[in-house]
Each structure stands twice: as C-alpha cells, then as structure tokens.
C-alpha cells in the first residue's frame, strides 16, 4: 500500500498560546490500512498537536473524549505515530507553547 504525505501547515508562525487549524483532511480518499503519523518542525518554542474529527467535511469538528492529544512538549523536529478514532473527516489543531515558525505533515495508509 501507497503512503499519502500532505503538508497540512506551511511556514505558519505563532506565538506562544496561539490556536492554528487545518482545513478538512478527508482521510476517507486515503486511509485504507488505518496508519497514521505526523512530521513536524517547529523553529523555535514547543506545540501541542490534537486532532479533531466529524462525519461530514462541513460540520462541526470535536475532539473525540476517548482521544489523547497526538503530542505535548514536542520541540524541534520529529514523527509521531497516532491512532484516531474512525471518522471520515478530520482536522489538526496545533497549539503554539512559544514563538515559532511550523510546518506540518500528515501521512496516512
């Protein structure tokens, strides 16, 4: 099986407490094995990353109360595998803890 990379966060600068986004991933197009992981680099400062999933692309997205955050603390650069709750569509949400300049990758399988 093809592994799908998308770069969900391109060269977007936070401060620290500061909330970012990503559009609607529909995972539904990629994931056929169910594998997923993140890349991630942040210049400066730490993040937090958690995901958020909904039934349709335009509805409202929750973080699922069984989920635990994809990450904490997370400095520098580095992968992280994960393991979302099943749902077709999904979206990022990253927490700057300091200043810094992101970018984000998704790979799903």
Do not use: W
């Amino acid at each position: 099986m093809s592994i799908a990379t998308l770069n969900i966060i391109k060269n977007i600068v936070g401060a620290a407490g500061e909330v970012v986004t990503t559009a609607a991933i529909p995972v539904k197009n990629y994931a056929k094995e169910g594998y997923f992981s993140v890349q991630y680099h942040i210049s400066a400062g730490t993040l937090k990353l958690e995901y958020l999933i909904c039934s349709t692309i335009d509805g409202t997205y929750l973080e699922p109360a069984a989920a635990s955050d994809i990450g904490s603390g997370l400095s520098n650069r580095g992968f992280i595998s994960f393991n979302p709750i099943l749902a077709p569509f999904m979206k990022l949400r990253a927490t700057f803890t300091g200043g810094g300049t992101l970018n984000l990758f998704l790979n799903i399988q």
